[in-house]
Nanobody, 115 residues
Framework: QVQLVESGGGLVQAGGSLRLSCAAS????????MGWYRQAPGKQRELVAR???????NYANSVQGRFTISRDNAKNTVYLQMNSLNPEDTAIYYC?????????WGQGTQVTVSS
């Protein structure tokens, strides 16, 4: 079955960096687009970044220039490098993929940015 397992979250001071990882299994990773979403308390889940099968990224305006999404098809893993973090980036970050119109989600990893 499809499994997405996130790691790398934590507590960081404003201006700091974190790198999230999402290990995928149960599907042909190299043929599947991947994404990162986040959900802050009291807010809707929102798209942070996506990466196509060919490795082309796109980003939410709020993270453009600060976050970088990448993928390693040999390791079935997608990454989110987050730089210049600010308190507004505090949220649970989820890995996502959509296969045959079904959305799959990881369990999420908490990112907390202190001011």
């Amino acid at each position: 079955q499809v499994q997405l397992v996130e790691s790398g979250g934590g507590l960081v001071q404003a201006g700091g960096s974190l790198r999230l990882s999402c290990a995928a299994s149960g599907f042909i990773f190299r043929f599947t687009a991947m994404g990162w979403y986040r959900q802050a308390p009291g807010k809707q889940r929102e798209l942070v970044a996506r990466i196509t099968v060919g490795g082309n990224p796109n980003y939410a305006n709020s993270v453009q220039g600060r976050f970088t999404i990448s993928r390693d098809n040999a390791k079935n893993t997608v990454y989110l490098q987050m730089n210049s973090l600010n308190p507004e980036d505090t949220a649970i970050y989820y890995c996502n993929t959509n296969i045959a119109t079904i959305d799959y989600w990881g369990q999420g990893t908490q990112v907390t940015v202190s001011s």
